[in-house]
């Protein structure tokens, strides 16, 4: 059953209180931290997360519902500006355009779909850099060389910046998303995007060959629904990553309260890697397996420690000697991001 509570900067009637697990819904639990705020985006209110002492993931209790969560997103990073949210755009600075050109020669020899041109020879300047590239490389979601027509679908696609570069590498793209300013922006860029419930898009009987949900299943509240239409919406066949903050990661053990894979009160729940994937295989996924390690330590060391978003794509080029990066490379379940890759067979 879930009541009514109070907390301090939301509405009467906005908050909501489950006393159980939202996943498993046992009672037995454990409080992981409390008195948390929105370090980000200055949302009002102390939030607790607790343990759940039968499935292992962390969960907010009380939580703003369904039907007031908006509040927490007025002033979400989707709605800003990228400056390498698209590669066909030139960057604002000399070295947001190096950048782009980098990863855009790059790319064009990575997926081979277009004609070489002189400037592809900036892509040898990926081989100096092997972190780089393979962050480049978990960028682009493992989506494969497409076949003419192929189409991904990004669930909760904010303001198309995947979306942007697979279309560069040759895939048509469609996004879902809930926050209509965001939509407008990946609108603007070209895209067809869905504002309904996902399960409309059953209805009409699409099909798609790559479906990712990045950092998206953390903020909804029946994860389990969102994974079972998406193994629905995927051709056999098909291409399936998904990407969420992993509670057991070696970040969270350093900087506990102050970790950004936190973020209240948009992250409902945090998953565990052992979790996850018995959700993925419990909606029909096969081949559930861990995606490639790329650097994940600084990016959410320096968001940690600052309180602050930390910088997109440009990134350290040598993570991998970083101590504490190794230990999610060694160990995928301590890595600071879950990013598991999967399909379906039938």
């Not at 949302?43 to 007031?68: F, M, S, V």
């Not at 399936?240 to 973020?263: D, K, M, S, Y």
């Amino acid at each position: 059953m879930r009541d009514e509570c109070t907390i301090d900067g939301w509405p009467a009637g906005s908050i909501e209180r489950l006393g159980a697990c939202p996943l498993c819904a046992a009672t037995a639990r454990s409080c992981l931290h409390e008195g948390l705020t929105d370090r980000l985006f200055g949302t009002p209110g102390e939030w607790r997360l607790h343990a759940c002492g039968q499935c292992g993931i962390a969960y907010l209790d009380p939580r703003p519902n369904a039907k007031e969560i908006h509040r927490a997103y007025a002033r979400y990073f989707t709605h800003a500006d990228d400056p390498l949210g698209d590669p066909q755009q030139p960057g604002t600075t000399w070295i947001q355009s190096l950048q782009l050109a980098v990863l855009r020669a790059y790319l064009r020899r990575h997926f081979g779909r277009v004609v070489a041109r002189p400037s592809d020879s900036l892509a040898l300047v990926m081989r100096l850099f092997p972190d780089a590239r393979s962050e480049l490389d978990g960028a682009m979601r493992g989506v494969a060389r497409p076949h003419p027509g192929d189409t991904v679908l990004d669930i909760g696609c904010g303001s198309g910046r995947f979306l942007a570069w697979a279309r560069f590498a040759g895939w048509k793209g469609m996004g879902t998303e809930v926050d209509p300013d965001a939509a407008t922006r990946a609108r603007a860029k070209g895209f067809e995007v869905h504002e309904g419930p996902l399960e409309e898009l059953l209805a009409s009987g699409r099909k798609f060959e790559a479906i990712t949900i990045g950092h998206v299943i953390e903020h909804v509240y029946d994860p389990r629904a969102v994974l079972r239409t998406a193994r629905q919406l995927l051709q056999p066949g098909g291409h399936f990553w998904i990407e969420t903050p992993n509670i057991a990661a070696h970040g969270h053990q350093c900087f506990g309260a102050r970790w950004r894979g936190l973020e209240p009160p948009r992250h409902l729940q945090i998953f565990t890697p052992e979790v996850l994937r018995a959700l993925l295989e419990e909606a029909g996924f096969d081949q559930v397996r861990f995606a490639p390690w790329r650097g994940e330590w600084q990016w959410m060391a320096n968001a940690s420690r600052e309180g602050t978003r930390a910088p997109g794509l440009a990134r350290a080029l040598f993570r991998g000697s970083d101590p504490d990066e190794r230990v999610g490379r060694d160990d995928p379940r301590k890595r600071e991001f879950i990013t598991l890759t999967a399909t379906v067979t039938a």
